[in-house]
């Protein structure tokens, strides 16, 4: 299986300020199509998980632009570039690349 | 607008089985895959199943060891997860999720409690 590391695991940040999160997997995310099945997800407290980005740095529809991801092969990152107070949640990436489809640890975002 | 309802979770004793669903509204239901995720605060976002539109295909986790069978009727809009002989560590949040690459989707999620 891929294993998905994030680091940091939680991350304080100031109001209006940057954040970054990085997700590396453990073999390359590119499929045989061509694509790299790279997602991040976001999860409020008492909510589902839901779709930010995918495919590395396309991001789903009703999205903020304050959110943008990055990366290629087997390095990631998400960056937050103004942090605002409803984006307080644990946020996910996830390889689509291959089965069992499996995801990173979290990074929990606080605001300082 | 795209909606995803799950339904059937519950307490259960180990050994036991549940069938969860999860009905679907919003989009061409016969044209997605569709899947199975966990959640559990120990081992976090779980990977179990998908089952592509017309349903000829299916994946699971190998650490479900058969025990987990998706399945969907297109007919209604639905897709199943029946779990069978359920086990203390399968407590958890059971999403549905649009997609099999992508999922795009999530329900709100059912909880299945696994408990004697």
């Known amino acids: 299986d891929i294993v998905m590391t994030q680091t940091p695991l939680s991350l304080h940040v100031a109001l209006g300020q940057p954040a970054s999160i990085s997700c590396r997997s453990s073999?390359?995310?590119?499929?045989?199509?061509?694509?790299?099945?790279l997602s991040w997800l976001q999860q409020r407290p008492g909510q589902p998980p839901r779709l930010l980005i995918e495919?590395?740095?396309n991001r789903f529809s009703g999205v903020p632009d304050r959110f943008s991801g990055s990366g290629a092969g087997t390095d990631f990152t998400l960056k937050i570039s103004r942090v605002e107070a409803e984006d307080v949640a644990v946020y996910y990436c996830?390889?689509?690349?291959?089965?069992?489809?499996?995801f990173g640890q979290g990074t929990k975002v606080e605001i300082k | 607008q795209v909606q995803l309802v799950e339904s059937g979770g519950g307490l259960v004793e180990p050994g036991g089985s549940l069938r969860l669903s999860c009905a679907t509204s919003?989009?061409?239901?016969?044209?997605?895959?569709m899947t199975w995720i966990r959640q559990t605060p120990g081992k976090g976002l779980e990977w179990l199943s998908h089952?592509?539109?017309?349903?000829?295909?299916?994946h699971s986790a190998d650490s479900l060891k058969g025990r987990f069978t998706i399945s969907r009727d297109n007919a209604r809009d639905s897709v199943y997860l029946q779990m069978n002989s359920l086990r203390v560590e399968d407590t958890a949040v059971y999403y549905c999720?649009?997609?099999?690459?992508?999922?795009?989707?999530w329900g709100q999620g059912t909880l299945v409690t696994v408990s004697s």
């Open positions: 999720a649009r997609g099999g690459w992508t999922n795009d989707y």
């Open positions: 919003g989009f061409t239901f016969s044209d997605s895959y």
């Open positions: 089952i592509s539109g017309s349903g000829s295909i299916k």
């Open positions: 073999q390359s995310l590119v499929y045989s199509d061509g694509n790299t099945y």
């Open positions: 495919k590395i740095s």
């Open positions: 996830m390889q689509s690349a291959q089965l069992p489809r499996t």
